[in-house]
């Protein structure tokens, strides 16, 4: 018999223990780890919204085919046919949504409360990895109703795979080496959408990714027990200096697990009042004939499709490729393990996010101001040669200087957690600008509602 333990407390641990539900959590949790300011439940609402996912989702499948003859059809009888179906289609689609959105907002708040730090580097890379993974999982499952937004969105999805092809136009060596062909083909099974990237997207849609985000998702738990919970301060880890005994620790069962159910209510509740409230979208069925203008990919992708609009290769490849790596590569950069649990690394960092957030807000919309009133380098030397529009382009300028920046910092304060957080906040509100362009500012062929001979004469 452990001493210091009742009888009472040894009952509930052993019950903890015996239940599967109630093993995923460590017997007793740090109230740290519970302060609705620190994690806000994004990690929970993101399992939450998963779980829904997979439930509705398999109600979906049973009533939908995947052929290009039947799939509109069959989500038509999903939508007015089956007994509640639109409700379930519309819950499954804001759910899908839902985990783009909380997925970038729960990478940014373990960021900024520094929890990919103290040997937490592999947890961090698993988390980019669920990241790509939920937007490669929503991007699959909006082919499958077969309508015209569907099409026309995967098709500019597709496209944006094959952006190497304007690297290897410059260099002319596209009917020899076509990366990017090999990308498209192996996406989509083929040069145009249809049958081979329906079948293609269904199976990644149902089979594939979600066992992928299964298994991450398992791995990326069973590191947080190993790595002793939630980040917190140093001092509230349990080593030297730990000013929280055991027994001021609160035990899973109930806490947590009240904790967690309201956290469900409050997502399930969301989701209902969504899918009573916003129809999710069925337009006519896919005509390959007759594009959409302005065809526009999925909005988590808008980002990268205006950064396309600059430069294919720059914007689909060298951009998001090095924002990845950018990522992965935060744990080796930044090992100030003293800043980790606290948000903003304090007082100096919190400045740091706010002036990083103005000069990277400063920057974005200078070029583009720049680019909507005067054009760019094709409008000033029309033989301009396409591989200084390829290096040269608010894209790239834009990411230059969030790194010059971020190098500035560094210098500055000697901190490599700060120069992290300079870089990670640029180059976030610079995706959310381009972002926001795409979605609301760019009209039929992919032109600015406003145009320059709209501005006024200064």
């Known amino acids: 018999m452990s001493p210091g333990i009742s009888d009472d407390n040894r009952k509930r641990l052993g019950r903890i223990n015996r239940n599967f539900f109630l093993h995923i959590h460590a017997n007793k949790v740090h109230p740290h780890s519970l302060k609705t300011g620190y994690t806000f439940g994004l990690g929970v609402i993101l399992g939450f919204l998963f779980m829904v996912m997979i439930l509705t989702g398999v109600v979906l499948m049973m009533n939908y085919t995947p052929s290009v003859e039947r799939a509109y059809n069959s989500v038509k009888d999903i939508v007015f046919v089956v007994p509640g179906g639109r409700y379930i289609r519309n819950i499954h689609r804001w759910a899908a949504h839902g985990m783009v959105l909380?997925?970038?907002?729960?990478?940014?708040?373990?960021?900024?409360?520094?929890?990919?730090l103290a040997g937490r580097r592999l947890n961090w890379i698993i988390g980019v990895c669920i990241l790509v993974v939920v937007l490669f999982m929503n991007f699959s499952g909006y082919l499958l109703p077969w309508d015209q937004l569907a099409f026309w969105a995967v098709t500019i999805g597709s496209n944006i795979a094959a952006s190497f092809r304007e690297l290897t136009d410059i260099l002319g060596i596209t009917q020899v080496l076509d990366i990017g062909g090999f990308i498209k083909k192996l996406l989509i099974g083929d040069e145009t959408v249809g049958q081979a990237a329906l079948s293609r997207f269904f199976m990644l849609h149902v089979i594939f990714l979600p066992v992928t985000l299964m298994v991450l998702t398992a791995v990326h738990l069973w590191r947080i027990r190993k790595d002793g919970g939630v980040s917190r301060p140093m001092e509230k880890t349990g080593g030297q200096g730990d000013n929280t005994r055991g027994e001021d620790k609160f035990f899973s069962w109930p806490v947590v697990m009240w904790a967690e159910l309201a956290i469900l209510l409050l997502t399930v509740a969301v989701l209902l009042v969504m899918a009573f409230l916003f129809d999710a979208p069925l337009r006519e069925r896919a005509n390959p004939d007759f594009a959409e203008n302005p065809a526009k990919s999925p909005w988590y992708f808008l980002g990268i499709q205006e950064l396309?609009?600059?430069?294919a290769f720059a914007g689909g490849?060298?951009?998001?490729?090095?924002?990845?790596?950018?990522?992965?590569?935060?744990?080796?950069?930044?090992?100030?393990?003293?800043?980790m649990?606290?948000?903003?690394?304090?007082t100096a960092g919190r400045r740091l996010t706010w002036q990083s957030l103005g000069f990277s807000m400063l920057i974005t919309l200078l070029f583009v101001f720049i680019l909507v009133r005067y054009g760019w380098f094709r409008s000033w030397f029309p033989d301009i040669p396409q591989v200084i529009i390829m290096l040269f382009n608010p894209a790239t300028l834009s990411a230059l200087f969030y790194?010059?920046?971020?190098?500035?910092?560094?210098?500055?304060?000697?901190?490599?957690?700060?120069?992290?957080i300079a870089l990670f906040t640029c180059t976030m509100t610079?995706?959310?600008?381009?972002?926001?362009?795409?979605?609301?500012?760019?009209?039929?062929?992919w032109e600015f509602y406003w145009s320059s001979s709209q501005w006024p004469v200064f």
């Open 102 to 116: 909380v997925s970038f907002l729960h990478l940014i708040r373990v960021f900024f409360t520094g929890g990919y």
């Open 308 to 311: 396309i609009s600059y430069s």
């Open 317 to 339: 490849v060298i951009i998001p490729v090095l924002f990845l790596v950018f990522l992965i590569s935060i744990p080796y950069m930044d090992r100030e393990d003293r800043n």
């Open 341 to 346: 649990g606290t948000w903003f690394s304090g």
């Open 403 to 420: 790194i010059i920046w971020a190098v500035w910092v560094r210098r500055r304060t000697g901190s490599s957690r700060m120069s992290a």
């Open 430 to 445: 610079g995706f959310i600008i381009y972002t926001a362009i795409g979605i609301w500012f760019r009209g039929p062929n």
